[in-house]
């Protein structure tokens, strides 16, 4: 959509400064201001509304949205520490959280043994893979690695020829297979698989109405055995926005959870956020896109849990089915 005319859809209101020919910077400048501001006054009436807070004592849930207070439950504390992933300088980004709840969940569900076989899909260079070749008999990892732009530095061309330049920490190298495959046509007969695991990557697969995010659920469901686990994380916009990648209250179950057949969520989705992570917001554009650039003493104050863009506000979505 032209970028002008995406402007004055958001807010309609600045198209009598349209009308009067004031400069388009100072058009994006209001703008920019108007979505700041609707997503702080969202955030102010959720806050009063439907205030949340996380109790530290239970057993964490298995589907629900990224919380900050997760960094202080031993459970998933431990798995950072297992994946080299727990800063000691209390640095918080949800890509550290999403891993660490997808162990606990593998775990939980007794997948965690040298009988499973697991599929990757979208894996790029992440740390699941190397973790479970430690863990399981086999994981094959895939992802398109083809040196697209943009996605270069997440799954880069030569990982599939050498992995090992790019593993966190040591790993069982009989025990990991990487391909070059799309994650809507998986190359593999079915049920096949013990564990498909994929970790904020079908979102990116394009398609009208999240198609290419249902085909690829529908490639994990029948590659998995009866009884497999599928660990699933996407992005989900907490303020209810329309977007043609990232899921909301409504598409998360229209397109995608509704429409898959023998996949089942293995518990209730709990899409509630925490106060607590409600005062986490960042801008995309300012610290996301940059995160790798900042210093260890900014990104310590700012927590990466919940992202706006424009005015829109989203985080982490965990989703955990099984075969029946």
């Excluded at 943009?150 to 880069?156: H, L, S, T, V």
């Amino acid at each position: 959509m032209n970028a002008k005319l995406y402007s004055i859809r958001r807010h309609p209101s600045i198209i009598v400064e349209f009308v009067k020919a004031h400069k388009w910077r100072d058009i994006e400048n209001s703008c920019a201001r108007l979505d700041e501001k609707e997503a702080l006054e969202f955030i102010s009436s959720l806050k009063k509304t439907s205030p949340y807070q996380g109790n530290q004592n239970e057993e964490s849930k298995l589907n629900r949205l990224c919380y900050v207070e997760d960094w202080q439950k031993k459970e998933i504390r431990d798995a950072l520490s297992e994946l080299l992933k727990l800063s000691q300088d209390g640095i918080i980004h949800r890509k550290d959280w999403e891993w660490a709840l997808g162990i606990i969940a593998l775990n939980r569900f007794g997948k965690l043994n040298d009988k499973s076989t697991a599929i990757g899909i979208g894996s790029g260079t992440e740390p699941i893979p190397f973790y479970l070749a430690n863990k399981i008999n086999h994981v094959y990892a895939t992802d398109i690695y083809r040196g697209n732009a943009g996605w270069e530095r997440a799954a880069p061309s030569d990982f599939p020829e050498n992995p090992k330049k790019y593993a966190p920490f040591p790993y069982r190298q009989d025990a990991l297979t990487v391909l070059r495959m799309d994650g809507t046509k998986l190359e593999f007969p079915s049920e096949s698989f013990d564990i498909a695991f994929s970790f904020s990557s079908i979102e990116h697969f394009a398609g009208r109405n999240h198609s290419g995010a249902l085909r690829s659920l529908q490639e994990i469901e029948r590659v998995l055995k009866p009884g497999g686990l599928a660990v699933i994380t996407t992005e989900y916009i907490i303020n209810d926005k329309e977007h043609p990648e990232f899921f909301n209250r409504r598409t998360i179950y229209s397109d995608l959870i509704n429409k898959l057949e023998k996949l089942q969520l293995v518990e209730p989705l709990d899409l509630r956020i925490t106060t607590k992570t409600l005062d986490t917001m960042i801008d995309y554009f300012s610290i996301d896109a940059n995160w790798d650039k900042l210093d260890d003493a900014y990104k310590k104050t700012h927590p990466l849990i919940l992202v706006r863009v424009r005015n829109l506000l989203f985080t982490s979505l965990m989703l955990v089915f099984q075969k029946s």
